[in-house]
């Protein structure tokens, strides 16, 4: 082979070499832009990101929100936001628990939010909302902050924070003849009822010639809650991580006998017969029912129903105030980080005063920001009820339970027992039979459970009642 030959070859061979790592780096060098420019159109401008946002409530409701997207959507280049609405909280959940794929954002009931954690289905929101500079900590009712805070972070937005309040139907609950009757009666200003008072508007409502009844309080533990509460009793045996539930203890003992006492009474309360007839909201709604319990979201209802006057007062105490609340957070779902952005960038737009009010000014939705909840949009004076002030005085009241991942599976547990306090006709011991419920939930919130031979089965609630 002539030397010519060889430069020919190994010239050849240093360039195919040379073309080789060319080749390579700008493979790297195009994948590292790759990487770094924005998601787009030809590199040009970024691409439009179609968010999915689940959501419940009413045709009134759903439409609110609409008209929000719809403001927000034409204020945005790179962002469209599409609303998926369902009727209610468990069609929803329900349904995105089956589905492969998740939303953006979606409304969550605080109950489920255990759930939501544990399977990984929310992204904290700490970093996002301080580089958007969101002030939770100032306008944010701080009960409804702690409610979504889980390991030091913020899980998921407070929405709505609603508390459990007594809806009184005002010609039934006269409290001005009942003064002039010189029937205990609460203060003009509504701020509050002890339970001497709220039996006597029970007994005012019930008048055996107008076939009326003075009260209802749904025979569930939710329902029962706020009495043991305010009579310084606990539902569970721990704030934090509860192993059962607390009603056998003393305290708890006592508010239950107190409250059961009225609650149970025939001559106050709806009969298993009535009930079977229809609801008790819709005896409410008849003017048969004097008062029921309830939390923000019933009021356009009320409104809608023509003839019907009424008010609103908080939950009576038996001690000292208490309630419990109907929460609502709005979560971000893991994703990429473009999508993960313009998510979070609309939760800012959605917890805006702007876009509260539209929301508030529906009449169902008690805002977590304290600046819309005292405005008009949500107090809406022209309309009833009189003294709807009420829905944020009592939240200083709220107890917020602990988070459990089995809540439901809880009150499937023990509700018929806990619906045995209120419809058996003779409960017999008040204690043995508490204790035994109490005994029941440690089947399921305490993972290293043991029967107790001590504690009769809660089956007994069924003997009383054949």
């Known amino acids: 082979m002539s030397g010519e030959a060889r430069l020919t070859w190994r010239t050849g061979a240093v360039v195919a070499s040379v073309a080789i790592v060319v080749l390579v780096a700008m493979l790297i060098v195009a994948g590292n832009t790759e990487e770094q420019k924005p998601i787009g159109n030809n590199g040009g401008e970024p691409a439009m990101l179609t968010l999915d946002f689940a959501v419940w ?98 899980q998921c937005m407070p929405y709505s924070s609603s508390a459990m309040v007594i809806y009184y139907n005002a010609k039934l609950v006269d409290f001005e003849r009942m003064a002039a009757l010189g029937r205990p009666t609460p203060p003009r200003e509504h701020t509050g009822w002890n339970l001497s008072e709220f039996r006597a508007a029970a007994e005012f409502a019930s008048r055996p010639r107008a076939r009326t009844k003075g009260v209802y309080i749904e025979p569930t533990l939710r329902g029962l809650a706020p009495f043991i509460y305010s009579g310084g009793g606990q539902v569970f045996d721990s704030d934090t991580e509860p192993t059962s539930l607390a009603l056998g203890e003393d305290d708890s003992i006592g508010a239950l006998r107190n409250a059961l006492e009225l609650l149970r009474d025939p001559r106050v309360t709806l009969s298993s017969t009535q009930l079977e007839q229809r609801s008790a909201l819709d005896w409410f709604k008849r003017g048969r029912l004097g008062m029921i319990a309830g939390f923000r979201n019933l009021t356009p209802e009320l409104r809608a129903t023509e003839g019907l006057e009424f008010d609103v007062m908080p939950m009576p105490s038996l001690g000292a105030p208490k309630t419990i609340g109907d929460l609502t957070g709005v979560c971000l779902s893991p994703g990429p980080g473009p999508r993960v952005g313009a998510a979070a960038d609309f939760l800012k737009y959605l917890v805006s005063d702007e876009a509260m009010a539209r929301i508030a000014a529906t009449g169902y939705l008690q805002p977590s920001t304290r600046s819309v909840a005292l405005s008009e949009a949500f107090l809406q004076p022209a309309q009833q009820p009189a003294h709807a002030a009420v829905f944020n005085d009592v939240l200083r009241s709220m107890i917020v339970p602990p988070l459990l991942e089995d809540g439901s599976e809880l009150q499937e547990l023990v509700g018929p027992d806990i619906e045995a306090l209120l419809t058996t006709p003779d409960l017999g011991d008040l204690q043995e039979l508490l204790r035994a419920i109490d005994e029941e939930s440690r089947s399921l919130l305490d993972p290293d459970y043991e029967p107790s031979d001590d504690v009769s089965d809660s089956g007994d609630l069924d003997d009383d009642e054949s």
């Open 57 to 154: 409530g009413s045709d009134e409701e759903i439409a609110a929100y609409q008209a929000m997207v719809d403001d927000y959507n034409a204020s945005t280049k790179n962002t469209t936001v599409v609303v998926h609405d369902w009727p209610s909280a468990p069609a929803m959940v329900a349904d995105l628990g089956e589905a492969k794929s998740v939303p953006d954002l979606y409304m969550l009931p605080r109950t489920l939010l255990a759930d939501v954690i544990a399977e990984k289905r929310n992204l904290p929101l700490g970093d996002l909302i301080t580089a958007r500079e969101i002030p939770v900590g100032d306008d944010f009712s701080r009960d409804a902050v702690t409610a979504f805070s889980v390991a030091d972070d913020l």
